[in-house]
């Protein structure tokens, strides 16, 4: 476990972590130009972390697990923090809500299936990357709205908040539908072995 933690992607995984509460702390005392900048090195990270497990061959299960939660958490509290401020328009707080009731909702259910061994394994659909796509260029727009009052940055910033809305429910309608006709092939295969 320590040698898959001392892994260079690992410890680009974990200094993201770290620039959560400074990217927090810059947004509430209305730094928004270090919130972007932090965020945008945060981005990096996410993705030099990815092409060194690749390039090194250090891929690690402890990487697979710490990487999607790494980015959960930076995405998730830069929606809730922004919403918080109330210096975001009120879309972004509906985004909020939406993001946080999908996740915790496919939480919950991943658990429970996992838990229960009717499902192992669960893969991030097309609809579901999109959507954090969305998510993570609607939040350096944010920012950058903050920082910039151009017209474009707005047009582009609402256009994004839509369509993580969009993007939320369809991707957690299809995580639904998804894990019910997984499960009921689970059954009827089940049901065919004791035949």
Same mark, same amino acid.
């Given at each position: 476990?320590l %040698?898959?933690?001392?892994?260079?992607?690992? *410890?680009l995984?974990?200094?993201?972590l770290?620039?959560?509460?400074?990217i927090?702390?810059?947004?509430?005392? $209305?730094?928004?130009?270090?919130? *972007?900048?932090? &965020?945008?090195?945060?981005g990096i990270? =996410?993705?030099?972390?990815g092409?060194?497990a #690749?390039l090194?061959?250090?891929r !690690?299960?402890?990487?697979?697990?710490l990487?999607?939660?790494? =980015?959960?958490?930076?995405? @998730?509290t830069?929606?809730?923090v922004?919403?918080?401020? $109330?210096h975001?328009?009120?879309?972004?707080?509906?985004a !909020?809500?939406l993001?946080f009731? %999908?996740?915790? /909702?496919?939480?919950i259910?991943?658990?429970?299936?996992?838990?229960?061994?009717? /499902?192992?394994?669960? %893969?991030?659909s097309? &609809?579901?990357?999109?959507?954090?796509?969305a998510?993570?260029?609607?939040?350096p727009?944010?920012?950058? =709205?903050?920082?910039?009052?151009?017209?474009?940055?707005?047009?582009?910033?609402?256009? &994004?908040?839509y @369509?993580?809305i969009? *993007?939320t429910?369809?991707?957690?309608? $299809?995580y639904?539908?998804?894990v019910? &006709?997984?499960? #009921? $092939?689970?059954?009827?295969?089940?049901? =065919?072995?004791?035949?």
């Amino acid at each position: 476990m320590l %040698r898959q933690i001392k892994s260079t992607p690992n *410890l680009l995984t974990l200094l993201r972590l770290i620039f959560i509460p400074f990217i927090v702390i810059s947004v509430v005392e $209305h730094h928004y130009g270090w919130a *972007l900048g932090l &965020f945008i090195a945060a981005g990096i990270s =996410d993705g030099l972390d990815g092409l060194l497990a #690749r390039l090194l061959h250090q891929r !690690t299960l402890l990487g697979q697990y710490l990487d999607p939660i790494a =980015d959960k958490l930076l995405l @998730s509290t830069m929606f809730l923090v922004l919403a918080i401020t $109330h210096h975001v328009d009120r879309s972004l707080v509906v985004a !909020t809500v939406l993001v946080f009731t %999908r996740d915790i /909702m496919i939480l919950i259910v991943c658990t429970l299936l996992y838990v229960t061994g009717a /499902m192992k394994l669960f %893969r991030p659909s097309l &609809f579901g990357k999109a959507n954090t796509l969305a998510q993570i260029v609607t939040v350096p727009l944010v920012l950058l =709205d903050q920082v910039y009052k151009a017209p474009w940055i707005g047009t582009a910033k609402m256009f &994004f908040i839509y @369509s993580t809305i969009a *993007l939320t429910v369809i991707s957690g309608v $299809h995580y639904l539908v998804q894990v019910a &006709f997984k499960l #009921r $092939h689970a059954s009827a295969r089940a049901a =065919d072995s004791r035949k």
